[in-house]
């Protein structure tokens, strides 16, 4: 049977689990499946193993004339409704907003368990996923008021700096049947058009 406490974070886990579930958020939805190895070539350069099993029609190097770049097929099941502008909104207004100096496009949660003895950030942008975990291997607070938005957040932001410097800033993909729609931040309503005080959120059809 379900249980319902998982969903408030009563259960424990690993980051490399955390940022997996969270991959699948930033990949529109779509399973991810987690690789420490992306590809082997043998000493003649053949590749003998690739994680990625993607078709990619047009991507033989030999048969390159400088076309229109190939499109991956993706045909990974869809296991997931994309709530990325809900994680955006802890980035833009929340408990993660520190980050928001960043500039970037980016979703992600913070998250602090009891008594204060671990503290969270998972964050992702389109194109890159990143969990930061902090505890003790034995579990024992981490002091009064330290929480994920308070600790883990800022190093998640000096992380990110670095890591995101020279690139582009892409926004996130919108999923096809998705609507932006603009919301009244203190009610939840459908805001008037031309209406201050506005967050966007995306819905989808029928919703």
Known sequence: APYLPMALGSGETTVMRMVSAYSIMANGGKSIKPSLIDRIQD????????????GCEGCNAAEWKNQTEPELVDNSEQVLDP??????????????????????????KTGTTNDEKDAWFIGYTPNLVVGLYMGFDTPKGLGKGATGGGLAAPIFKDFMRVALDGTPNVDFQVPEGMKLIAINRKTGMKAAEGEAGTIIEAFK???
């Open 43 to 54: 000493r003649y350069g053949k590749t003998v193993f690739k994680q990625d099993e993607r």
């Open 83 to 108: 709530i990325t502008s809900m994680m955006e909104g802890v980035v833009q207004r929340g408990t993660g907003a520190t980050i928001a100096e960043l500039g970037r496009h980016i979703a992600g």
């Open 205 to 207: 059809p029928g919703t």
